[in-house]
């Protein structure tokens, strides 16, 4: 399974961003999909998720302001970013998980300047 992310970049604070990540490989048996970040010196944490159950989670930090969204028949996963802060900076990471196994993409970087 490969992940690719897309659609980062810079932002002032205000503005929106639309992350979006490609899946290939064998997929059936995917149970979760999510967006993660991280930060320079901070854990990478959970910002959005869905299963396949169709539950969905935001970070709090985050709630009311993103949107995670699928499209099965893609095999593509988004993240739209709406009123962005400074503090949303990090690189955005696509998650996952398939049976038993995870798999990561390589990252995007989103930059929101004050």
């Known amino acids: 399974v490969q992940l690719v992310e897309s659609g980062g970049g810079l932002v002032q604070a205000g503005g929106s961003l639309r992350l979006s990540c490609v899946a290939s490989?064998?997929?059936?048996?995917?149970?979760?999909m999510g967006w993660y970040r991280q930060a320079p010196g901070i854990q990478r944490e959970l910002v959005a998720s869905?299963?396949?159950?169709?539950?969905?989670t935001y970070a709090d930090s985050v709630k009311g302001r993103f949107t995670i969204s699928g499209d099965r028949s893609k095999n593509m996963v988004y993240l739209q970013m709406n009123s962005l802060k400074p503090e949303d900076t990090a690189v955005y990471y696509c998650n996952r998980r398939v049976l038993n196994w995870e798999y990561w993409g390589q990252g995007t970087q989103v930059t929101v300047s004050s």
């Open positions: 490989g064998s997929l059936f048996g995917t149970n979760f």
């Open positions: 869905i299963t396949s159950g169709g539950s969905i």
